[in-house]
């Protein structure tokens, strides 16, 4: 089992960066892969970055490719989101999962969920 841990949210203007953080509380016994998701207002979770145990394997959404990149700390559950020229449309809360299986896009395949944090891009 994992306890995640986001931060690194904020309020943001249009084109800038930042870079959101996903620690474990603790130290868990196994390596999980890892994910972003984010939710706005009134719409559904939705996938925006994994990456496979190693690192090595990595996907992107297409509304963030080029712009966003996943990344980890080898060895760990610790994840990182460098989020480059945002949008508005960006605007979310952000989370965090783990999953015990492959990286996949569907957020019902994640078992380990932190608590999120708010992204907010004014334009």
């Known amino acids: 089992q994992v306890q995640l841990v986001e931060s690194g949210g904020g309020t943001v203007q249009g084109g800038d960066s930042l870079v959101l953080t996903c620690t474990e509380r603790?130290?868990?016994?196994?390596?999980?892969?890892m994910a972003w998701f984010r939710q706005a207002p009134g719409k559904n979770r939705e996938f925006v970055a994994g990456?496979?145990?190693?690192?090595?394997?990595?996907e992107h959404a297409g509304a963030i490719q080029g712009r966003f990149r996943i990344s980890r700390e080898k060895g760990r559950n610790t994840a990182y989101l460098q989020m480059n020229m945002v949008k508005p449309e960006d605007t979310a809360v952000y989370y965090c999962?783990?999953?015990?299986?492959?990286?996949?896009?569907?957020?019902?395949?994640?078992?380990?969920w932190g608590q999120g944090t708010q992204v907010t891009v004014s334009s």
């Open positions: 603790g130290r868990a016994s196994r390596i999980y892969v």
């Open positions: 990456i496979n145990r190693s690192g090595g394997i990595t």
């Open positions: 999962a783990a999953s015990d299986e492959f990286v996949s896009r569907d957020h019902r395949d994640y078992e380990f």
